[in-house]
């Protein structure tokens, strides 16, 4: 079992960038795949990006994609999100989660292990 913890969320300028940081705790991190998803009150949770165990194969939602960049490190038990060219509608609480990809047709990401969530708001 993992217990990710997220970090590096906070205020940036539209255009701006930010990179978030999620360690989960236990020793089978490089086991899983790790998931990205966003929230805004009274919305449902979207995903954002996703990334296998061995970091080969990535896949993000169209709305982040060319803006976001997920990688893993697995010696440091961290999964990144970097995020570019930020947008006022990125604003919202991102979780990461540890889990598996189901592939059918394509590919989808199952979150079994959830963080917190930490705040990122872009400013017009």
């Known amino acids: 079992q993992v217990q990710p913890v997220e970090s590096g969320g906070g205020l940036v300028q539209a255009g701006g960038s930010l990179r978030l940081s999620c360690a989960p705790s236990?020793?089978?991190?490089?086991?899983?795949?790790m998931g990205w998803f966003r929230q805004v009150p009274g919305k449902e949770r979207e995903f954002v990006a996703a990334?296998?165990?061995?970091?080969?194969?990535?896949y993000y939602a169209d709305s982040v994609k060319g803006r976001f960049t997920i990688s893993r490190n697995n010696a440091k038990n961290t999964v990144y999100l970097q995020m570019n060219s930020l947008k006022p509608e990125d604003t919202a609480i991102y979780y990461c989660?540890?889990?598996?990809?189901?592939?059918?047709?394509?590919?989808?990401?199952?979150?079994?292990?959830w963080g917190q969530g930490t705040q990122v708001t872009v400013s017009s």
């Open positions: 236990g020793r089978t991190f490089g086991l899983y795949a």
């Open positions: 990334i296998d165990w061995s970091g080969s194969n990535t």
């Open positions: 989660a540890a889990g598996r990809s189901v592939y059918t047709g394509g590919p989808t990401f199952i979150g079994d292990y």
